[in-house]
């Protein structure tokens, strides 16, 4: 209970994003001294068990629950989240070229609902950087997912090229790919999630994949992830696009920018909410993708999961794999031998012998 009981609260004491910024820095400067890894690890890891691990995208992944992207954006912490009990991870989002970011303060606790808002823009140090924090990695004990974005003064019609640069930089530091195409916070970007626009750029994200399979002589998967904020019609658009294209999964949901019910003083804010009053859309955007895909495509759950309830719910909803972020920043490291636990007891209740039978069962 280090963590909820002291921890959370110096930071709390803090700005967010001076806080984030702490604590991205500190892992990573502490990852340097020995026997700082194991002893993160001797205090949260997960021992992995055969009920909940999971293969998928050629991949083996120790348990199904994973930090989604935002939180370390530049690779600089991921010897230190792979020891605290993730099954992987996502770096990111990251940019062909380094880049500020919006203006400050963008990023804005909301307490009372244990939620976030944020309008970082995607600030980064490129890709070039980033590929020289995962070469210098001594161990690589969860898969790591890169998160690839555009840069913000890339305009869409030529959005293509930087997904293609971030491949080809990052290709042979990645365990597989995430397109965001998703966030809110970067102008128009949201556009190339419908239309033509999206399976010109998905086709091109494709073609580089493959050129960089051939040339590196192995094969890596691409996913999408998508926002929580479409219509049922532009989901069913979306989602056959998606599956046309060939890409590996989706990942269900971004952010949001409703405020539906968040009566917070921050509510106003512009940028995208995550945390607790996301949970249940992004649970019904996994259901509805399921049943479009006939569970044919394989989903990654995310938003706000905060206990193994929450990320049970999106399993059964149809995610084979999930992911956490807010909830960290609100109950700490702790939370992943919860929900390690708790998911074990849902499928014994359930009379499940592993994981990947929980997944869609509310759809049979």
Do not use: W
């Amino acid at each position: 209970m280090l963590y909820r009981n002291i921890g959370k609260h110096l930071f709390f004491r803090l700005d967010a994003e001076k806080a984030h910024h702490l604590m991205i820095g500190g892992l990573h400067k502490a990852a340097r001294v020995p026997g700082f890894i194991p002893l993160l690890h001797g205090m949260y890891g997960v021992k992995e068990v055969p009920e909940l691990a999971v293969d998928l995208f050629d991949i083996h992944f120790p348990t199904p629950v994973g930090l989604a992207a935002g939180l370390d954006k530049n690779a600089e912490a991921v010897e230190a989240f792979s020891a605290v009990g993730f099954g992987f991870m996502e770096v990111g989002t990251v940019t062909p070229k380094a880049q500020p970011g919006n203006d400050q303060p963008r990023l804005f606790r909301l307490k009372p609902q244990e939620a976030l808002i944020n309008r970082m823009g995607f600030n980064n140090q490129g890709t070039d950087y980033m590929a020289r924090q995962l070469t210098a990695l001594r161990s690589r004990r969860i898969p790591v997912a890169v998160n690839i974005g555009k840069n913000k003064v890339t305009p869409n019609e030529e959005a293509h090229l930087d997904y293609e640069k971030c491949i080809a930089e990052l290709y042979p530091h990645a365990d597989f790919f995430v397109v965001n195409i998703s966030s809110p916070n970067t102008p128009d970007l949201r556009n190339l999630q419908h239309g033509s626009e999206l399976a010109s750029l998905l086709e091109a994200v494709q073609s580089e994949m493959a050129k960089q399979a051939e040339k590196h002589g192995k094969k890596k998967h691409v996913l999408v992830k998508i926002a929580p904020d479409v219509s049922m019609t532009e989901l069913e658009f979306m989602v056959q696009t998606i599956m046309n294209s060939g890409v590996s999964g989706i990942i269900a949901t971004n952010t949001t920018i409703s405020r539906e019910g968040i009566t917070h003083q921050h509510a106003q804010e512009t940028g995208g909410l995550s945390g607790k009053p996301l949970k249940d859309r992004s649970t019904e955007v996994i259901s509805h993708v399921y049943r479009l895909t006939e569970g044919k495509l394989p989903i990654i759950g995310s938003g706000g999961i905060f206990n193994a309830e929450d990320a049970y719910e999106k399993i059964r909803a149809g995610a084979s794999l999930v992911e956490i972020y807010t909830a960290l920043i609100y109950e700490g490291p702790e939370l992943n031998r919860e929900v390690h636990r708790g998911l074990l007891d849902l499928l014994h209740r359930d009379g499940f012998s592993h994981i990947s039978e929980a997944v869609g069962a509310d759809h049979r």
